[in-house]
């Protein structure tokens, strides 16, 4: 009976096996947003707790492998999971394996500022209201703070950094120089921390290059330079990150493992007139998202705005550091601008409170904040950044 029933089930020679396809997910976050790299993609691997970092690359490795694709880099710190090269159809089987989490595209980054014209930020920051009194006060020089610097790079030999700036790592060139060869790094870091433009005024600020030198980057950069920060910082620390970018899931993540790792982060909002909620990581809720003023205390026209905003700061023709010579100055607009208003603010609390953790420190920047005096703020909270809080 059983040798007739095995006959049923036996194969002729020259049938074929039917071959199950392997299963595809779906890219998340794929629609819309700004444009993509490419064949390139975010893979987000589902979390097993804190494992070595040699084992996270094993395992991005092999799912790289399994799947066709090409690694790139991998993420052991910010994220666990891996940039790969790989078409949307290797891409969607990725996302269909069970040891990952989802998929995004890698996208085109960009800098969150613009080039215009003349001088007052930090003249506004330190008193309650207009109009503006020739002086700039403050409490601490935030000395004993490491500010990171996410961005074009930092022309760290300039003269307004008096030996406090330093290289990090470069992600656009795979390399410890983090120059600078477009300004808007150096313009950021310049407001945060310089001799005469910054906020706080001996913060030592590292260079963490994700953009070239047309101040764009990819996502895969972007969270390659989250990655570093989160593993490297040295605290009492903060981070800037004046970058904008369509909403992902992978950006969102990232950067809340930099807050959880102790890093206060403050971000752009953006330049596009519209809800902040849609970029990341503006929309994450863990890092404090600022939004632009003019002189004349009223929103910039161009600041993105809304719910996901917390504080606004000058970010219309802010004069700072340039990175054309080791004096030079040149003039930038954009929330770009104002983000590092923020940081350095930061900055001077955890100065003197060092064992704050991110969300103390985020409490007590907003909660110092000059409340109901911006004009035309869109539905975003009406708090202006003050730094004598």
């Not at 350095?344 to 907003?366: F, K, M, N, R």
Request: charged fraction near 20%; hydrophobic fraction near 40%.
């Amino acid at each position: 009976m059983s040798a007739a029933v095995l006959a049923v089930f036996a194969l002729a020679p020259g049938d074929a096996v039917a071959v199950e396809p392997d299963p595809l997910g779906t890219i998340r976050n794929a629609a819309g947003g700004g444009p993509v790299v490419q064949d390139e993609y975010i893979v987000v691997m589902k979390d097993r707790g804190k494992e070595p970092a040699a084992k996270v690359r094993n395992r991005a490795k092999d799912l790289a492998k399994e799947h066709g694709g090409a690694l790139d880099r991998t993420y052991t710190s910010a994220l666990e999971g891996f940039s790969v090269k790989a078409s949307e159809k290797e891409a969607r089987k990725l996302a269909a394996d069970p040891a990952v989490a989802y998929v995004e595209p890698n996208r085109v980054e960009r800098g969150d500022g613009t080039q215009v014209d003349p001088v007052w930020g930090l003249d506004r920051v330190d008193q309650r209201a207009l109009p503006l009194n020739s002086t700039y006060d403050y409490t601490s020089t935030a000395s004993n703070v490491t500010a990171y610097v996410v961005d074009s790079g930092v022309r760290v030999q300039h003269s307004e950094f008096s030996g406090r700036a330093r290289y990090g790592y470069n992600f656009v060139d795979d390399n410890t120089t983090a120059a600078d060869c477009h300004g808007h790094g150096t313009h950021v870091a310049g407001t945060l921390g310089s001799n005469t433009y910054g906020v706080a005024k001996r913060v030592r600020i590292v260079a963490v290059k994700v953009l070239n030198c047309d101040n764009l980057g990819t996502t895969a950069n972007v969270l390659a330079g989250y990655d570093w920060v989160a593993r490297n910082a040295v605290k009492p620390a903060v981070a800037n990150v004046s970058i904008g970018g369509s909403a992902s899931d992978a950006k969102d993540a990232a950067i809340r493992k930099m807050v959880d790792a102790g890093i206060t982060v403050a971000v752009s909002a953006g330049n596009s007139d519209k809800d902040a909620c849609t970029q990341s990581p503006a929309r994450e809720p863990s890092v404090i998202t600022v939004a632009a003023t003019t002189s004349a205390d009223a929103r910039a026209s161009w600041s993105n705005h809304g719910s996901c905003v917390d504080v606004f700061a000058p970010g219309s023709s802010i004069v700072s550091t340039g990175h054309t010579s080791d004096t030079a100055w040149t003039t930038r607009s954009g929330t770009s601008m104002a983000a590092p208003h923020v940081t350095g603010a930061a900055a001077i609390y955890l100065s003197t409170h060092t064992s704050a953790a991110p969300a103390e420190v985020a409490a007590a920047v907003l909660d110092a904040s000059t409340n109901g005096v911006l004009a035309d703020v869109q539905g975003s909270p009406n708090k202006l950044v003050y730094s004598l809080g």
